[in-house]
């Protein structure tokens, strides 16, 4: 009997869509934590590495983040494996500071009607035209999410990328409810990328790979995931992180589906 003949595998990366991945712990801990995940994230060939310098916690005992050191640690493991860097801007008086260590500048869900934050964030980014990674509010509409891009690029600063991370539902069996229709309803209505961070609503680093997937399949310019070298040890949000060999497996599964950076 005769082999069947397989059609070539095309190069998927090709046909979909090319996705950037904002890959790091929740919150910078230390240097040698920082540079495990820098570490993994550069051998990956990927070109963004993310964490928490200032942290939005619920609870003001909670850990609230390195500041300013957690700052330099990025920078300098940035630098020196030559990754992008991106962390949360919490306040407006640290927008300037925040801005001369990194090359991205999140505003968190907690952040997402705080008009004079976004103001501020688009002033300061109006030269330099770093990323601003805008995440929408846990119950915030997509029609005040857009109006308010507007507050980010007033001073002319249009490299803005939207976030959708989870709303609040009636449903508890995860973190927040990913809203996947926002992908595709972003798209349709504005001109920037959407990034879908898969961790937060996830709350549960099993999820993780189903919603990055499903991200991907909605038409997602990027995802955030949180990878951390020892999850159970995190000072935040340790349930969610990926370790280094977890995230190592999915991002080869995603490399199956598009092509991956
Ligand atoms: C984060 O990305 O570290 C974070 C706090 O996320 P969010 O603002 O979506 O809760
Ligand atoms: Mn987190």
Known sequence: MSEAKL???????????????????????????????????????????????????????????????????????????????????????HCELVHSYVDGLQVGARNFQNFSLLKKIGQVTAESHKMVLYKRGFAGLIDEWLAACDYLNDCGNENIVLCERGIRTFEKAT???????????????????????????????????????????????????????NPPAALSDGPQQLTPAQFRVLVEELREIAAVL
């Open 7 to 93: 059609a070539p595998i095309p190069d998927l990366g090709q046909l979909g869509n090319t996705i950037t991945i904002y890959a790091g712990p929740c919150s910078v801990e230390s240097q040698e934590q920082f540079d495990e995940v820098a570490e993994c994230v550069s051998d990956l060939g990927l070109r963004w590495i993310r964490g928490g310098a200032f942290k939005p916690r619920t609870n003001p005992h909670s850990f609230q983040g390195l500041g300013e050191d957690a700052l330099k640690i990025m920078k300098s493991t940035g630098e020196r494996l030559g990754l992008l860097t991106l962390t949360e801007v919490m306040d407006s008086a």
């Open 175 to 229: 973190r927040f409810t990913l809203d996947i229709a926002a992908v595709p309803v972003i798209h349709k209505l504005s001109v920037y990328p959407v990034c879908v961070d898969v961790s937060h609503p996830a709350g549960q680093r099993d999820l993780v790979p189903s919603l990055a997937k499903a991200a991907v399949a909605a038409g997602a310019d990027s995802l955030m995931i949180e990878v951390h070298p």
